[in-house]
């Protein structure tokens, strides 16, 4: 069955950087467009960012603009999150997720496949 894993969260500092992976099997990675979500405790899972399936549009949710960028290798079947100018509230889990869609979106209702997350905690 679709995996989606995530890798490459932990502990920063404020203002410092991480970087998220997700690895995908069992789907051809190329068909699907990506997205990034986040959860906070006591919070609702909002949006992070996407990205078509070909890589060539991204958008971002406002409160991450200009700090975050998603990108993707369809060759490795990986997209990836470059957290920059981390702040105490980026602290989530993150979550990748999967929609067989052409453009990027960040409607979380059409992604159909979602790994298990990873932890982000950003320290002040």
């Known amino acids: 069955q679709v995996q989606l894993v995530e890798s490459g969260g932990g502990l920063a500092q404020a203002g410092g950087s991480l970087r998220l992976s997700c690895a995908a099997s069992?789907?051809?990675?190329?068909?699907?467009?990506m997205a990034w979500f986040r959860q906070a405790p006591g919070q609702e899972r909002e949006s992070v960012g996407s990205?078509?399936?070909?890589?060539?549009?991204?958008y971002y949710a406002d409160s991450v603009k200009g700090r975050f960028t998603i990108s993707r290798d369809n060759a490795k079947n990986s997209v990836y999150l470059q957290m920059n100018s981390l702040k105490p509230e980026d602290t989530a889990v993150y979550y990748c997720?999967?929609?067989?869609?052409?453009?990027?979106?960040?409607?979380?209702?059409?992604?159909?496949?979602w790994g298990q997350g990873t932890q982000v905690t950003v320290s002040s």
């Open positions: 997720a999967a929609a067989y869609a052409i453009a990027a979106t960040l409607n979380a209702r059409i992604y159909a496949y």
């Open positions: 069992q789907l051809t990675f190329s068909k699907y467009a």
């Open positions: 990205i078509s399936r070909s890589g060539d549009s991204t």
